[in-house]
């Protein structure tokens, strides 16, 4: 729930000194690309680590997947897989559900993302495994006594326009949060944590993944599988909201994937927390624990201390594209504050020798800018729409379409296509 403390009034927002993206922490600046790669990227990176999302380990030595369905889908445009990914001998695994566009040859350009509540509520394929797992309770999404039931099939589909996804030639894979981490505070019991602790360790250390870090390690775990697979290409992540604040992360310390996209991410992802706009560090440690390391809460309500703010994290993608959106009835993730920080992310783009923003002020609603930054605030409140996965898929067109489209298929049109038929 939001509280009512939270600042809405863009004269509250205090006066603040960003930290420089081409500055080191110790005051030498930044001049050139070689420089930012091997000393001031690797500086924030760092400082992201140590202070808000904490360090994440590798992969297990004894981690393995497997192929556990695969089918036609969308009355044959789709070929659906589901692959189990075990993160070790013993202990949780994680499923992926993908669809790759049928008559493709050779690997296509695909979208990762976490999701909320299972797999199965992507889209309503009676042939998508239905999540066991521990979920936040939703009754209007059919989650009753924090498990799925059958009426979730397909609740969240709107979200996931598979239909068109395909139609476009991209690849759509995605995997359910909770399988990783199950998303309360249980003190790193559940989830992979457990899998990385020494003898009579019981919980990470101040400067270790929370949940938002599990998380981004389990976006990599799918990253691993996806390199396997020769029908997959260069691949795109991203995420909303909390799952923004992942993909985000995921992206800085993975830089296999190709493109990152932030959808709402607010608090701890793309917002400026100096800017104390809507959710604030303090919130967001109060009522979620557990998503950061430890050591972010001692920047509850000193936002000014932090050796950071989030244009840095932004930056860490650099020079690979980099989306970010916002929806203008989501005060709570601070659009303007979304904005300003891919904007002060736009000089180490042009260092590396590539166009950043194209944008000196905030776009007007429903006014999507495009460079190798591409933003847009659309009309609406905290969602993920059709018409962000538009901008997606255009801006995915501009940046990774080197490959040729797949060949001998017509693609239907992404008129009329809503994701919700079922499979054949
Ligand atoms: C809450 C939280 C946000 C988060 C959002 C979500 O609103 O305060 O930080 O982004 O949930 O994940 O939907």
């Known amino acids: 729930m939001e509280p009512t403390d939270a600042n809405y009034d863009e004269d509250q927002v205090p006066a603040y000194t960003l930290p420089d993206p081409l500055v080191m922490a110790n005051g030498e600046p930044i001049a050139d690309a070689a420089t930012w790669t091997q000393k001031r990227r690797p500086e924030i990176l760092q400082l992201f680590k140590t202070h808000v999302y904490g360090e994440m380990p590798g992969p297990l030595a004894d981690a393995r997947w497997e192929i556990t369905e695969e089918g036609q ?36 350009p695909t979208f990762v993302g976490l999701n909320f509540f299972g797999n199965h509520t992507v889209l309503r394929d009676p042939n998508i495994h239905l999540n066991p797992n521990w979920m936040r309770p939703e009754r209007k999404n059919g989650i009753v006594d924090n498990r799925a039931t059958p009426d979730s099939r397909g609740c969240l589909s709107h979200r996931w326009p598979v239909a068109d996804i395909i ?7 995605t ?19 457990p899998l990385f602790y020494k003898e009579g360790q019981t919980r990470p250390g101040p400067d270790q993944w929370g949940t938002i870090g599990a998380w981004a390690w389990g976006l990599s775990r799918a990253m691993d599988y996806l390199q396997s697979d020769a029908d997959i290409g260069d691949v795109a992540v991203l995420g909303l909201s909390r799952l923004g604040k992942t993909s985000l992360w995921a992206g ?42 430890d050591n972010f809460r001692r920047y509850n309500d000193a936002e000014d201390d932090l050796p950071l703010d989030q244009h840095l994290l932004l930056a860490l993608i650099a020079p690979r594209p980099l989306y970010v959106a916002s929806a203008v009835e989501d005060r709570w993730c601070d659009p303007r504050g979304e904005f300003l920080a891919a904007q002060a992310a736009d000089p180490v783009y042009r260092l590396l020798g590539c166009d950043g923003l194209p944008a000196d002020e905030m776009p007007a609603v429903d006014q999507p800018v495009q460079g190798r930054i591409g933003y847009h605030i659309r009309s609406g409140g905290h969602d993920l729409t059709a018409y962000d996965w538009s901008q997606y898929l255009d801006f995915a067109d501009l940046h990774l379409r080197e490959r040729p489209m797949p060949t001998g298929q017509d693609f239907p049109t992404a008129d009329g296509e809503s994701g919700l038929e079922p499979a054949l």
């Open 167 to 173: 139609a476009r030639g991209y690849a759509l894979a």
């Open 252 to 293: 800085a310390c993975d830089p296999r994937f190709a493109l990152v996209i932030s959808n709402e991410s607010g608090c701890g992802g793309a917002a400026l927390s100096r800017r104390r706009y809507g959710e604030t560090i303090r919130h967001i440690n109060e009522s979620f624990p557990h998503w950061f390391c």
């Open 175 to 193: 995997v359910y949060s909770g399988d990783i981490d199950p998303d309360y505070d249980d003190g790193y019991h559940n989830g992979v944590h």
């Open 73 to 108: 889908a969308l009355a044959g445009r789709a070929r659906r897989r589901q692959i189990r990914v075990h993160f070790a001998a013993d202990g949780p695994c994680m499923d992926i559900l993908l669809y790759i566009p049928a008559g493709t040859q050779g690997p296509v």
